[in-house]
Protein backbone atom coordinates (compact mmCIF):
# COMPACT_ATOMS: atom_id res chain seq x y z
CA UNK A 1 0.00 0.00 0.00
CA UNK A 2 1.11 3.23 -0.76
CA UNK A 3 -0.11 6.43 0.59
CA UNK A 4 -0.31 9.74 -1.44
CA UNK A 5 -0.33 13.87 -0.01
CA UNK A 6 0.48 16.88 -1.72
CA UNK A 7 2.48 18.28 1.79
CA UNK A 8 6.14 18.34 0.73
CA UNK A 9 9.06 18.60 3.71
CA UNK A 10 11.92 21.44 2.46
CA UNK A 11 12.65 23.61 4.90
CA UNK A 12 15.51 22.28 6.68
CA UNK A 13 13.93 20.68 10.23
CA UNK A 14 13.31 17.43 11.48
CA UNK A 15 9.97 15.82 11.06
CA UNK A 16 8.22 12.75 12.50
CA UNK A 17 6.49 11.01 10.01
CA UNK A 18 4.35 7.83 10.91
CA UNK A 19 1.98 5.97 8.37
CA UNK A 20 -0.63 3.66 10.20
CA UNK A 21 -2.17 0.86 8.44
CA UNK A 22 -5.76 -1.02 9.14
CA UNK A 23 -7.84 -2.77 7.40
CA UNK A 24 -9.35 0.41 5.92
CA UNK A 25 -6.72 1.52 4.62
CA UNK A 26 -3.69 3.85 5.66
CA UNK A 27 -3.14 7.28 6.86
CA UNK A 28 -0.27 9.43 6.91
CA UNK A 29 0.86 11.61 9.36
CA UNK A 30 3.85 14.04 9.76
CA UNK A 31 4.42 15.94 12.73
CA UNK A 32 1.01 14.32 13.95
CA UNK A 33 -1.24 15.76 11.68
CA UNK A 34 -2.86 13.34 9.39
CA UNK A 35 -1.35 14.95 5.62
CA UNK A 36 -2.41 12.05 3.03
CA UNK A 37 -4.15 8.59 3.05
CA UNK A 38 -4.01 5.27 0.86
CA UNK A 39 -6.21 2.68 0.10
CA UNK A 40 -5.98 -1.19 -0.52
CA UNK A 41 -5.68 -2.17 -4.44
CA UNK A 42 -7.12 -5.30 -3.57
CA UNK A 43 -8.21 -7.13 -0.46
CA UNK A 44 -6.48 -6.54 2.42
CA UNK A 45 -4.73 -9.62 3.20
CA UNK A 46 -1.02 -10.48 4.54
CA UNK A 47 2.03 -10.22 2.70
CA UNK A 48 3.45 -13.14 0.91
CA UNK A 49 6.67 -11.42 -0.60
CA UNK A 50 10.13 -12.59 1.59
CA UNK A 51 11.30 -9.48 0.36
CA UNK A 52 13.43 -7.55 2.80
CA UNK A 53 12.52 -4.24 4.73
CA UNK A 54 14.39 -1.37 3.14
CA UNK A 55 15.29 2.06 5.11
CA UNK A 56 16.02 5.03 2.95
CA UNK A 57 14.84 2.95 -0.13
CA UNK A 58 11.62 2.89 -1.89
CA UNK A 59 12.19 -0.65 -4.02
CA UNK A 60 13.98 0.12 -7.64
CA UNK A 61 12.03 3.72 -7.60
CA UNK A 62 14.63 5.97 -5.94
CA UNK A 63 16.78 6.34 -2.49
CA UNK A 64 16.28 9.11 0.54
CA UNK A 65 18.59 11.81 0.54
CA UNK A 66 18.94 13.59 3.88
CA UNK A 67 19.02 12.03 7.82
CA UNK A 68 16.72 9.15 9.53
CA UNK A 69 16.53 8.19 12.65
CA UNK A 70 14.53 6.78 15.52
CA UNK A 71 13.24 4.15 13.31
CA UNK A 72 10.18 2.32 14.97
CA UNK A 73 7.36 -0.97 12.95
CA UNK A 74 4.70 -1.64 14.89
CA UNK A 75 2.42 -4.78 14.83
CA UNK A 76 -1.11 -2.66 14.95
CA UNK A 77 -2.29 0.33 13.27
CA UNK A 78 -1.50 3.21 16.64
CA UNK A 79 -4.13 6.14 17.29
CA UNK A 80 -4.19 9.46 16.20
CA UNK A 81 -3.40 9.89 20.31
CA UNK A 82 -0.47 7.70 20.48
CA UNK A 83 1.11 8.89 17.11
CA UNK A 84 1.17 12.23 19.10
CA UNK A 85 2.38 11.01 22.81
CA UNK A 86 4.83 8.84 21.16
CA UNK A 87 6.85 10.65 18.66
CA UNK A 88 8.46 13.27 21.24
CA UNK A 89 9.60 10.60 23.89
CA UNK A 90 12.09 7.44 23.93
CA UNK A 91 10.50 4.39 24.00
CA UNK A 92 10.72 1.65 26.51
CA UNK A 93 11.86 -0.92 23.65
CA UNK A 94 8.72 -2.80 25.32
CA UNK A 95 5.67 -0.78 24.57
CA UNK A 96 2.74 -3.01 23.16
CA UNK A 97 2.83 -3.95 19.22
CA UNK A 98 6.46 -2.55 19.51
CA UNK A 99 7.86 -5.07 16.67
CA UNK A 100 11.49 -3.33 16.24
CA UNK A 101 12.95 -0.35 17.00
CA UNK A 102 16.36 1.09 15.84
CA UNK A 103 17.87 3.80 17.08
CA UNK A 104 20.81 4.01 15.05
CA UNK A 105 23.08 5.27 17.77
CA UNK A 106 25.88 2.89 17.10
CA UNK A 107 27.97 5.41 15.22
CA UNK A 108 29.94 3.03 13.85
CA UNK A 109 29.92 -0.30 11.99
CA UNK A 110 28.03 -1.79 9.30
CA UNK A 111 24.61 -2.64 10.88
CA UNK A 112 22.25 -0.94 13.40
CA UNK A 113 20.75 -3.48 16.40
CA UNK A 114 16.90 -3.82 17.51
CA UNK A 115 16.62 -2.26 20.85
CA UNK A 116 13.48 -4.18 21.20
CA UNK A 117 16.07 -7.46 21.83
CA UNK A 118 13.61 -9.18 18.93
CA UNK A 119 17.29 -9.59 17.24
CA UNK A 120 15.85 -7.71 14.29
CA UNK A 121 19.27 -6.42 13.26
CA UNK A 122 19.78 -4.57 10.18
CA UNK A 123 22.61 -3.89 7.70
CA UNK A 124 24.09 -1.05 5.77
CA UNK A 125 23.98 -1.12 2.30
CA UNK A 126 26.63 1.30 0.17
CA UNK A 127 27.44 3.09 2.95
CA UNK A 128 24.79 5.54 4.70
CA UNK A 129 27.46 7.64 6.96
CA UNK A 130 26.85 7.69 11.13
CA UNK A 131 26.40 11.14 11.49
CA UNK A 132 25.15 12.81 15.07
CA UNK A 133 21.74 13.70 15.23
CA UNK A 134 19.41 16.60 16.44
CA UNK A 135 16.34 14.97 15.98
CA UNK A 136 13.64 16.81 18.80
CA UNK A 137 12.79 13.92 21.22
CA UNK A 138 11.02 17.22 23.34
CA UNK A 139 11.05 15.06 26.44
CA UNK A 140 13.60 12.96 26.36
CA UNK A 141 16.55 14.46 24.36
CA UNK A 142 18.75 10.73 23.59
CA UNK A 143 18.58 11.05 19.74
CA UNK A 144 22.61 10.69 19.82
CA UNK A 145 23.22 9.66 16.19
CA UNK A 146 21.22 9.03 12.89
CA UNK A 147 22.30 7.93 9.50
CA UNK A 148 22.74 10.37 5.82
CA UNK A 149 21.52 8.97 3.19
CA UNK A 150 23.19 10.17 -0.39
CA UNK A 151 20.16 9.60 -2.41
CA UNK A 152 21.78 7.64 -4.79
CA UNK A 153 23.32 4.51 -3.27
CA UNK A 154 22.76 3.65 0.42
CA UNK A 155 20.21 2.36 2.24
CA UNK A 156 19.06 -0.37 5.17
CA UNK A 157 17.69 -3.56 4.80
CA UNK A 158 16.43 -5.78 7.00
CA UNK A 159 16.18 -10.00 6.29
CA UNK A 160 13.28 -11.13 6.03
CA UNK A 161 12.19 -14.28 8.42
CA UNK A 162 9.43 -16.36 9.59
CA UNK A 163 9.28 -14.04 12.91
CA UNK A 164 9.95 -10.36 11.34
CA UNK A 165 6.46 -11.51 9.05
CA UNK A 166 4.32 -9.06 10.29
CA UNK A 167 0.46 -8.76 9.28
CA UNK A 168 0.97 -5.28 7.80
CA UNK A 169 -2.87 -5.30 7.25
CA UNK A 170 -2.05 -3.55 10.93
CA UNK A 171 0.93 -1.79 11.52
CA UNK A 172 2.54 1.57 11.67
CA UNK A 173 5.69 2.31 10.43
CA UNK A 174 7.48 5.77 11.75
CA UNK A 175 10.76 6.84 11.67
CA UNK A 176 12.35 11.09 12.03
CA UNK A 177 13.46 12.33 8.42
CA UNK A 178 15.70 15.28 7.77
CA UNK A 179 15.56 15.76 4.25
CA UNK A 180 18.14 17.74 2.68
CA UNK A 181 16.02 17.98 -0.66
CA UNK A 182 12.57 18.51 -1.20
CA UNK A 183 11.00 15.47 -0.32
CA UNK A 184 6.85 14.46 -0.32
CA UNK A 185 6.73 13.12 3.19
CA UNK A 186 5.91 9.54 1.54
CA UNK A 187 7.26 7.87 1.19
CA UNK A 188 9.47 7.94 3.82
CA UNK A 189 8.43 5.19 6.43
CA UNK A 190 8.35 1.68 5.99
CA UNK A 191 5.58 0.70 4.21
CA UNK A 192 3.17 -2.12 3.20
CA UNK A 193 2.52 -4.01 -0.24
CA UNK A 194 0.72 -6.87 -0.51
CA UNK A 195 1.79 -8.06 -3.40
CA UNK A 196 5.87 -7.69 -4.61
CA UNK A 197 6.93 -5.50 -2.02
CA UNK A 198 5.29 -5.64 1.39
CA UNK A 199 7.82 -3.62 3.83
CA UNK A 200 9.98 -0.92 2.50
CA UNK A 201 11.05 2.74 3.06
CA UNK A 202 12.36 5.82 1.94
Known amino acids: MD ?22 GGKLFLAGVQVGTGSWSGAAVPPTSADPLLIGRYSAYGRFLGDID ?12 EVNYLQHRQLNDNEDGLL ?16 TGHGYTSLLVSNPVWV ?27 AHTISFQPDLRMSSPALWP ?3 SPHRP ?6 SRPSRHPRQAK
Open 70 to 81: EVTLWNRALGVA
Open 186 to 191: WPPVPA
Open 178 to 180: LPS
Open 100 to 115: ALWHLDENDGSSAGDA
Open 3 to 24: ATSSAVVADGFWHHAAMVVDGS
Open 132 to 158: ASSAPIVFNQVAGNALKFDGVNGYVQV
